[in-house]
């Protein structure tokens, strides 16, 4: 299904999240900034760092690893992937491995199949001896600066490798079930992320019988077990409706790019952030005339430099605002009709 709808290459998302990936390779590895790089993406970036470089010691004689390809062979012959950054630290028998979300939606690191995928791959053809390999630690650990939890952006499981192997059994048979001839298509969270969701027909099933359920009476006062059973149940059921509904809503922003016409619903221009728009050198002798301390621009946003003590009038004269991506949105002609 995937392979028969791709990701489209001017995706808006998917073109952030490339760029704001190629910072944070930039940082880990010392290189030149990218062109295009917001200030969002920089603090970003240095958000990685700090979550990579304490462990690295750079000058330590640790290999790191960044956007560097893991066969995971062991797992499917057609499986691979490229972490984000990662290492082995043979000395105290540790795999660290780092992986970078610049999407807002909460990503959780425990039992994080994607991160498992690698620290599979990696063990695989890291060298390490059978007997020595059961005595290692793996830390795998995820830095997603735009969704703002409860524990933070930074978010690390840590377990041992004998536990690895039981995960990695089970994405084994995953792989088995999924490439074998008639193999049954099943609906779950995964399906938000899927390529093809709105082609789907078995997900297109699941969201009508969860508007359909939506539309049945429940008793007012549920008993334990019942409550329980019954917030799963709709847990669940919205979880496949948000990943019906974000699968149409691409196709239909897609189609009306194109030029068609989707009864119902409208594209609208979207406004970036606001930024600096004058040389490093400028925005700084600025603050020094203000008495304001802006001597890293590349870390001090617009909005900063205000609360720093920089009048909004003036830091307007010095920033832009671009434009945004542009979305979809319900088009209300009865509303449209009125104000005319």
């Given at each position: ?325 542009i979305k979809l949105v319900p088009s209300n002609l009865r509303k449209v009709f009125a104000t005319?």
């Amino acid at each position: 299904m995937c392979a028969q709808y791709p990701q489209r290459e001017d995706d808006p998302k998917a073109i952030e999240g490339q760029l704001a990936h190629a910072v944070v390779a930039a940082a880990l590895l010392g290189q030149d900034v990218p062109s295009g790089a917001t200030d969002e993406m920089l603090e970003g970036a240095d958000m990685m760092v700090d979550a990579v470089f304490p462990i690295v010691k750079p000058g330590a004689g640790l290999p790191l690893l960044v956007e560097s390809r893991v066969d995971c062979f062991n797992i499917h012959p057609d499986n691979w992937g490229t972490p984000d950054a990662w290492l082995i630290d043979r000395v105290y028998r540790r795999l660290y491995v780092w992986d970078y979300k610049f999407g807002h939606r909460y990503v959780d690191a425990f039992e994080n199949w994607q991160m498992i995928d690698y620290a599979c791959g990696i063990l695989k053809v890291s060298g390490v001896a059978k007997e020595d390999i059961d005595q290692y630690t793996v830390q795998l650990t995820i830095v997603q600066p735009r969704n703002y939890h409860k524990d933070g952006p930074v978010r690390t499981w840590v377990l041992g490798v004998p536990e690895l192997h039981g995960y990695g059994l089970r994405l084994r048979a995953a792989a088995e079930a999924a490439m074998t001839p008639g193999a049954q298509c099943t609906t779950g969270p995964e399906c938000l992320d899927c390529t093809a969701r709105h082609a789907c027909t078995t997900l297109q099933a699941v969201a009508y019988a969860s508007v359909d359920m939506s539309g049945e009476s429940i008793p007012f006062d549920l008993p334990p077990d019942a409550l329980g059973k019954e917030l799963s149940v709709m847990t669940a059921a919205a979880e496949r409706l948000k990943s019906r509904i974000s699968g149409l809503e691409d196709e239909a922003l897609a189609r009306i790019k194109q030029g068609a016409s989707v009864p119902g619903w409208l594209t609208e221009q979207g406004s970036g952030r606001e930024r600096w728009n004058k040389p490093v050198e400028e925005i700084v002798a600025l603050g020094e005339m203000m008495g304001v301390d802006l001597n890293k621009p590349a870390a001090i946003t617009p909005k900063q430099a205000i609360k720093a003590g920089i009048p909004a009038v003036v830091v307007a004269q010095y920033t832009e605002t671009p434009v945004g991506e542009i979305k979809l949105v319900p088009s209300n002609l009865r509303k449209v009709f009125a104000t005319k």
